[in-house]
Every structure is written in C-alpha cells, then in structure tokens.
C-alpha cells in the first residue's frame, strides 16, 4: 500500500467515524418521539427542550404524563423549556404545561403567540423564571392567565404589545420579586390586576418618554403587601379615587412627566407607608380637598412643575404631621387669601415659587416675603362706597423710581461739587 493510500485510508475511517458520531449525536438529542409535536424540537443540553426557530410546532402535547415509565422520567428531568423565534406558535392553552413539574425555566420569545388562556402555568411549582417578551400579537392579559405560579421569582413581560392587563391576571402568583412590563403600549388597567401579587419589590409598568396608560381603575393595584417602588411615568390619566389605594408596603410611586391634570379625593387611601410621591412636570391643575387624606407616613410630595395655582390648606393639612418637604417650584401660585394659612406658618417644609402670578398688582411679589396684611383680604379701600384694590407693584415701581431719582440726584450734586472744585480750587479750599 502506497502512502497516499494510507493516508486516504486514515482520512477516509476518521470522516466515517465524524458522520457515525453526529449521526448518534443527532438520535441521543431528539426528544422523544412519543411527542409528535416536538419533532421539529430538540434536547440538545441536558435537562433542557429547545423549540428555536421551528418551523412546524404549532402547538405543544396535549399532555407530558404516561404510563411510560422512561417519559415520566424524561419530563420530570426537564428544568429548561426554550420556544425563540417560533411564529407558528400562537396560543398557550390552559394546563400545556401538566406534567413538568420540576421546570424552572420558560422563555416563549418573539412568536406568533395571539393569547394566553387561564390557567395555562398552575402546574409549574418550581418555576422560578418566566420571560414572555417581543410577542407583537399579545395585545392583552386575560384574567387569571399568570395564576396560581406560586414560586416564580422574576416575571418579564417586556417588549409584546400588550394594552389591556384585566382583573386578577396574576391570582396566587404570590412571590413574584420583579414584574417587568415596560416596552408596552398600555392603556388600561383594571381593577384588582395586581392582586395576589403580594410580595413584589419593584413593579415597572414604564420606562419610556410617554406612557399611554389612559385608565387606571379603583383598586388597581390592590394587594401590593410588599413591594416597594411603581415606576409608572408618562401616563396620560387623571388619579381617580382609590387609583392607588391599598398598597399598604408601597414606598416610592413615581408618577413624573405624565399629563395627570386632576387628582382625586381618597386617590391614594389607605397606602399607610407610601414615603415619598413623585408628581413632578405631570401638568397637574386641579387637586381636590381629600386628594391626600389616609397617608400617615409621606415625607417628600414633589409637585413641582406643574399647574398649581391654589395651594390650599384643606388639600395638604392632611400631610402635616409627617411630611419633610412639599415641592411647589415652577407652579404658577396665585398670592391670593388661600395664602392666608402658610403666611401664618412660615414653614420650610414648603417650597414655592420665587414669584407670585397674581392676582393684578403681586406678580412681583414673593410668595416667602409677603406679609399677610398686603393680602387683599386686608387690602380693600372704602371710597365713595366702591372698593379699590391697592397695587403693589406700581408702589414699588413708584418705590424703586423715587429711590433711583434720589440716587441720581445725589450723584449729580456730587458730581458738581466736584467739578466746581476743579474749577475754583482755591476758593473751596482756601476761602478768604
């Protein structure tokens, strides 16, 4: 045998050995066959079934129980369940999941999935994270479809198109650290959506410029027992009553840069640890008298930037006992009567604007330099039976005149003496 027919032989034996090796490689990494709908589906890592880019899997097995005893054993083995770039996939129906009960992993990325049915995750106890992002065609959460996951620790729900969040979509899924639903373009929440949800640290609904959330119903976000921030900024609602009550461990809602316009009476009751309110540059010009009752432990309100022009005691009397600081800078606050009560105080826990907006007469006033005698209340003249309102800008304007004539009064005589002094010096200084 020549050498270049060994060498063929060798080459020829190791390419057969490669074509046998992938070829069992290929067999050992099918899931079983019993599951025809997985055919398309691979088990290529250990313990995990990875549906990526398949082209015919439409739906999953209608059950992952047998009397088989090496099935039971593969789908109990199974931690790990990928379904990535599957457009064929459009619905998870309730309980497709049965049967792989030590799953601790679920990713359903960028598919044609449309709907959610209830129910469809009860039967994953150990699941600790579910990632439902980039689906274009999920425009809803329909009640109870996130139930009963009682384990699950982290919950993304970025990137779909979701619009509506219905009642009690996450019941029973009780230990949930992160929800994540940013990258949507919601619009409604319902009553009671968050409820069973109580051990939340961080909810994120937005993290966009604009958040187009135009409803938010009473009781909303009921059964928050622990979490600790809402990142909700950008939305484009008013505060109904009750928007936010009940979250009874809340400490930060941040609800800046939205268009809120209106908060109502009893918007946030009942939240008894809610420490600090954002609702700056939210456009807000009307508060109601009881927006703020039942909060016992707020230190920071920020309302800064926004439409304010009354800042009236009855709305923020509530918050007397415990706040730090409420932020008024950059509202348009009228120096009218309704200033009678802070003028009285004097407190630094309030901040407001440097200058007044009115009314005609004190837009060149500052709301922390008045006194409470140039109110109008005490500023109204009897004259032949008709009442006349004293301008206080045109008495300091006038003010201002006589002290810049006095001023340059006194720099013209000086100014001449001096030039008389140049001209006669010996005069001045050495009379006869």
Known sequence: MTRYQIIFFILFTFSNS??????????????PHLFKTLSDCT?????TIDCSYSTTITHLPRSWTSTNHN???????ILRFDLLHTPSITSIKTNDFQGLYNLRDLSIINTGLITIQPHAFRHLHRLHELRIELNRNLIELKSFALS???????????????????TEVFRNTHFVDILDLSDNPLEIIESYAFNGLKSVGTLILCLLPTCPIKQIDSFAFFGFHTCDKIILTGIHTSLRSNSFSYMTSVNLVNLSHSEITHINSYAFQDCEHIGEIDLSSSLISNID??????LYNVS?????????????????QQLAHTIKQINLDNN???CDCTLEWYLEERSNRYKLPDVCTGPIGYECLSPNELQKSQLICYQTEKNDNQSKEINFCERREKHISVRE?????????SFLFILIIFIFPNKILFPL
């Open 405 to 413: 004539s006095s001023a340059s009064l006194y720099e013209l005589n």
């Open 289 to 294: 008298s009881h927006a703020f009752d039942q």
């Open 43 to 47: 088990c290529v890592q250990t313990n």
């Open 71 to 77: 099935l039971t054993l593969f789908t109990q083995s």
């Open 332 to 334: 348009p606050i009228r």
């Open 300 to 316: 920071l309100l920020n309302l800064k930037g926004n439409l304010i022009r009354l800042f009236e005691k009855t709305i923020f």
């Open 18 to 31: 490669i074509i046998q090796l992938q070829s069992e490689h290929l067999k050992n990494n099918n899931c």
């Open 148 to 166: 009963d996951i009682e384990y699950v620790h982290r919950i993304s729900l970025k990137s779909n198109s979701i619009r509506v969040i219905h």
